[in-house]
Nanobody, 127 residues
Framework: QVHLAESGGGLAQAGGSLRLSCASSGRTFSGSGMGWFRRAPGKERTFVAAIAWSGGSKYYSDSVKGRFTISRDTAKSTVYLQMNDLKPEDTAVYSC????????????????????WGQGTQVTVSS
C-alpha cells in the first residue's frame, strides 16, 4: 500500500507563490511517474503537471506552463510543485498521484494512469 500526503497549500495573493509537497510512504516507489491534478469549485479534476521518476522528464498543462515547476527528490520519494505568479483561477484543491506499476509515462495527463492519490490540499488565490 502507498500513502501520499500533500502539504503546502494555503492562501496567496495574485502574483504570489506557493510550494506544494507530496511525500510517498509505504512501499518503495517503483512506478514510472507522479503527477499533480487540481479540482476547482464546481469543475472536473484536471491535469496540472507530471514528472517521470526515472530521468525526470516534466510535463505541464498549457494553463500553468511557465509559472509552475514540478520536481522530485527520489531519495525522499517526494514530488514538489512550485507555483509562481499565481492567479485567482489557480484556486482549487490540488492532489498528487503516483503510478506504481510501470505504465507508460505517455499517459501522464490521464487520471487513469495513476494508481494512488493523496487527499488533496486547498490552494486559494485572492485577487
Amino acid at each position: 500500500q502507498v500513502h501520499l500526503a500533500e502539504s503546502g497549500g494555503g492562501l496567496a495573493q495574485a502574483g504570489g507563490s506557493l510550494r506544494l509537497s507530496c511525500a510517498s510512504s509505504g512501499r518503495t516507489f517503483s512506478g514510472s511517474g507522479m503527477g499533480w491534478f487540481r479540482r476547482a469549485p464546481g469543475k472536473e479534476r484536471t491535469f496540472v503537471a507530471a514528472i517521470a521518476w526515472s530521468g525526470g522528464s516534466k510535463y505541464y498543462s498549457d494553463s500553468v506552463k511557465g509559472r509552475f515547476t514540478i520536481s522530485r527528490d527520489t531519495a525522499k520519494s517526494t514530488v514538489y510543485l512550485q507555483m509562481n505568479d499565481l492567479k485567482p483561477e489557480d484556486t482549487a484543491v490540488y492532489s498528487c498521484a503516483a503510478e506504481m506499476y510501470g505504465a507508460p509515462i505517455r499517459n501522464y495527463s490521464d487520471s487513469f494512469y495513476y494508481d494512488y492519490w493523496g487527499q488533496g490540499t486547498q490552494v486559494t488565490v485572492s485577487s
